[in-house]
């Protein structure tokens, strides 16, 4: 297993840990409560990628930043994968599409199904920005960020909605 490098902070949507292998983000953990190896300010292997991703989610929480600048590398995903999560990353701050729309910007129509699954296995969320993708009627359709719950849990759809108000207030 390849070393790995973290750094714990607390935010307005819970606790975030953004993890890498040391050149490049490969996931970032979140959750609602404070992970049981417990955030004590006690000394955590941090890099400079995990420091930077920090400081990066947090300018864009306090409304300062639109687009993340990192070395990323998610965990676990293929070439296809990545792929889907290059096209993700292309959505426009403040904005939202549908699966629909966004299987179409990958070039795959009749795919909104598998547009729904690269939201559900995304890695590394609000970088890669699963939030911004709706349902065509405009409603949240599910969201797993934030919580190990189900993506339908009115808290997660809840931490959807809040991205979502956040960027439109800060266009």
């Given at each position: 297993?390849?070393?790995q490098f973290y750094i714990t902070f607390?935010?307005?949507l819970g606790w975030m840990r953004?993890?890498?292998?040391g050149t490049s983000l490969i996931r970032l953990d979140w959750q609602q409560s404070p992970w049981r190896n417990g955030y004590d300010g006690a000394q955590?292997?941090?890099?400079?990628?995990?420091r930077e991703t920090k400081?990066?989610?947090?300018d864009y929480l306090a409304g300062t930043r639109t687009s993340f600048d990192l070395p990323l590398a998610p965990e676990g995903k293929s070439k296809s994968g990545c792929d889907w999560l290059s096209i993700m990353a292309q959505i426009p701050y403040g904005t939202t599409v549908s699966y629909k729309q966004f299987a179409a910007m990958a070039d795959k129509p009749n795919a909104p199904r598998a547009a729904g699954s690269a939201c559900a296995r995304n890695p590394i969320p609000i970088?890669?920005?699963c939030h911004r993708v709706v349902r065509s009627d405009g409603s949240?359709?599910?969201?797993g960020g934030g919580d190990m719950s189900s993506p339908k849990d009115p808290e997660n759809l809840?931490?959807?909605d809040w991205l979502i108000k956040h960027e439109h207030g800060h266009r």
């Open positions: 297993m390849t070393e607390h935010t307005p953004p993890i890498s292998d955590e292997p941090i890099d400079h990628v995990s400081q990066q989610i947090l970088i890669y920005p949240l359709g599910n969201y809840g931490r959807k």
